[in-house]
């Protein structure tokens, strides 16, 4: 028996001591727990013997960073992750408090279980076994952790974009994905960007009766249905003028993969999604739509009067929330400005609208063929006792694309989390499986970089 397997125990407790801190980082009453969290994750990467660990302060929340760098003449990998978490709510659909870690069956659940306190600990408890077993790690080891990745990520794309010596390594590793399945191991080789915006529409200076001015006072709640419909049509495709243009289709043999991967779009729609059929282009596969195409989601809109019993007011403001994820080629910058001028175009007269960008990250698309992704595709299939598939995600991690662009290094997208973990909604969880076996699977890639 390996140490791994001695102290799952042990790890367990270390996950479950994390989970139940709130670092919830969208809202400031947590600040102090967002502190917290640090602290906590610094003072393990010390006790997984790193030589060093810190906090880095500056603009925004704190990043931990630690490190181990005595293997000369190794390749050297930054390990990267994220202690915030998003907000619980809604709370009262939870069957657990969030906060409070629970075990059912071989799920742990509680906010961050899966994203991404768990894989956090995932790569900390790697690290420990292999320094616990001999002394010594086969690469040089940093860690770069940071606690706005749920917020945008500021304070981190400004540390990396200054190219601090420190961060100088041959890839990332990142563990804030999932498994196509269960025991499947999976490597992602792409991701979505996202541009996350606020649309404000302004009608009159104060809300009107709408008897009394009805049928000639503009509307913001019904300028932003127009806003939000003009962008997106019945059928999925997107209408924003040039958004497609520089959108790059999956390669044959890449959509030859997806076709042969285990899959049921039954369960996946009713079971997963909870939902009862399927939306978007009807030309377009299933995996292409969610993995390699653009979109435009509408996340709430407030405006007016949506209390008990009945008000006839015509409200004098209303707001959306709205986001874009882009892919493949797509430019971040060139996206915000068409963005911004189909709001604008489509705004209807009698009121105004702002656009405002909350925050923003690129697509990215790695080469299966990389040697370090080659490393981690071959230490999941020995862990797991099966061939690793390859699959891009529909989801976003900023700092892919900032490692990329600003240190030049490829990001090795090695997750464990399960496609019904429940991420940002009520009862996530964590397949506890996945978690052991993952500490194990990071802890033999790191081997077989050494090698």
Same mark, same amino acid.
């Given at each position: 028996m390996t140490y791994y397997q001695e102290h799952q125990s042990e790890f367990l407790e270390s996950l479950k001591a994390f989970l139940r801190i709130p670092s919830i980082s969208a809202l400031t009453e947590h600040k102090p727990d967002i502190r917290r969290a640090a602290e906590f994750a610094k003072a393990q990467l010390l006790g997984a013997g790193m030589t060093s660990a810190e906090l880095i302060e500056g603009e925004g929340n704190p990043l931990v960073y630690g490190e181990w760098l005595g293997a000369p003449g190794k390749p050297t990998v930054l390990f990267y992750g994220h202690y915030d978490v998003q907000p619980p709510d809604p709370l009262d659909e939870w069957k657990s408090a969030p906060f409070e870690p629970e075990i059912r069956g071989e799920d742990i659940f509680a906010r961050g279980a899966c994203d991404d306190k768990g894989q956090v600990m995932i790569q900390i408890k790697a690290v420990e076994g292999l320094m616990r077993g001999t002394g010594k790690l086969p690469v040089n080891v940093k860690f770069l952790l940071e606690g706005e990745e749920e917020t945008g990520g500021e304070h981190i794309e400004a540390y990396v974009k200054s190219k601090p010596p420190r961060l100088k390594a041959d890839a990332a590793i990142v563990c804030d994905t999932e498994m196509f399945a269960p025991n499947l191991p999976t490597i992602c080789i792409g991701l979505r960007g996202l541009v996350y915006y606020e649309i404000a529409v302004e009608?009159?200076? /104060?809300?009107?009766?709408? +008897?009394? #001015?009805?049928?000639?006072? $503009?509307?913001?709640?019904?300028?932003?249905?127009?806003?939000?419909?003009?962008?997106?049509?019945?059928?999925? /495709?997107?209408?924003?003028? +040039?958004? #497609?243009?520089?959108?790059? $289709?999956?390669?044959?043999?890449?959509?030859?993969?997806?076709?042969?991967?285990?899959?049921?779009?039954?369960?996946?729609?009713?079971?997963?999604?909870?939902?009862?059929?399927?939306?978007?282009?009807?030309?377009?596969p299933l995996f292409e739509r969610v993995w390699a195409r653009p979109t435009v989601e509408v996340h709430g809109i407030k405006g007016g009067f949506v209390g008990e019993g009945a008000k006839t007011v015509i409200p004098a403001r209303a707001l959306a929330k709205v986001s874009t994820r882009l892919v493949g080629d797509q430019r971040?910058?060139?996206a915000i400005e068409q963005f911004t001028a189909a709001v604008k175009a489509a705004c209807p007269k009698g009121v105004t609208v702002e656009v405002r960008m909350l925050s923003a990250g690129a697509p990215s698309l790695t080469n299966p063929d990389n040697a370090f992704i080659q490393a981690a595709a071959d230490a999941m299939k020995e862990v797991f006792d099966k061939e690793t598939v390859y699959i891009r995600s529909g989801g976003s991690i900023p700092i892919v694309g900032v490692f990329d662009r600003y240190l030049g290094i490829p990001s090795v997208l090695m997750g464990f989390g399960l496609p019904d973990d429940n991420l940002h909604a009520p009862n996530e969880k964590f397949h506890l499986p996945n978690f052991y076996r993952g500490i194990e699977a990071v802890g033999k890639y790191l081997e077989l970089l050494g090698r």
């Open positions: 009608g009159a200076n /104060h809300d009107l009766h709408s +008897g009394v #001015y009805g049928g000639a006072a $503009p509307n913001p709640v019904m300028a932003i249905a127009e806003i939000l419909c003009a962008l997106k049509d019945r059928n999925g /495709h997107i209408q924003i003028p +040039g958004f #497609y243009d520089r959108v790059v $289709p999956p390669a044959p043999k890449e959509r030859d993969a997806w076709a042969r991967l285990p899959f049921d779009e039954k369960e996946y729609t009713e079971k997963e999604m909870g939902a009862r059929e399927l939306v978007g282009e009807p030309n377009v971040v910058d060139e």
